[in-house]
């Protein structure tokens, strides 16, 4: 009886390993945010990570007819960044399945946030900003493959 509980026991460590790294899935790509008025291309950094805008639905400036720029950045000399290829997070880490951790930008209001990114499922992606106890985030959703 132990021989076989021990082969029992190896078999069933085996598979919850296999399974675990089953479910493990991949947030690199491309991502709809849930307003759909950006998508943000996601992926592997310093064993990590980051995320970078790279289509807005309104690329242009309205008032000046030019590219969009980060102009809600409290620092004038990263206010004039363009908004496409600028990073919203840069070196996530891994906090748990499918989840990982830092800060992300909001180029809404200039500021950064504590904030976390989870994968809900291979469609699916939960952002999440935090300034202190108060949290909001938003679901964004993967864009064509």
């Known amino acids: 009886m132990s021989r076989r509980f021990a082969v029992l026991s190896i078999l069933l460590a085996a598979l919850s390993g296999a399974t675990a790294h089953a479910?493990?899935?991949d947030a690199s790509g491309t991502w709809l945010t849930q307003a759909g008025d950006a998508r943000v291309k996601i992926s592997k950094c310093?064993?990590?990570?980051?995320?970078?805008?790279?289509?807005?639905?309104?690329?242009?400036?309205?008032?000046?007819?030019?590219?969009?720029?980060?102009?809600?950045?409290?620092?004038?000399?990263?206010?004039?960044?363009?908004?496409?290829?600028?990073?919203?997070?840069?070196?996530?880490q891994p906090s748990g399945p499918n989840k990982w951790s830092g800060q992300i930008y909001n180029a809404d209001d200039g500021s950064t946030y504590a904030s976390s990114v989870t994968l809900t499922g291979a469609e699916a992606l939960r952002v999440e900003g935090c300034v202190g106890a108060l949290c909001g985030g938003e679901?964004?959703?993967?864009?064509?493959?």
């Open 46 to 92: 310093g064993g990590g990570i980051c995320g970078v805008i790279v289509w807005l639905r309104e690329p242009t400036d309205t008032a000046t007819g030019q590219p969009a720029t980060d102009s809600k950045n409290p620092n004038p000399a990263l206010a004039r960044r363009p908004m496409i290829g600028l990073p919203l997070f840069s070196g996530m």
């Open 139 to 145: 679901t964004w959703t993967r864009a064509g493959r």
């Open 23 to 25: 479910q493990s899935a």
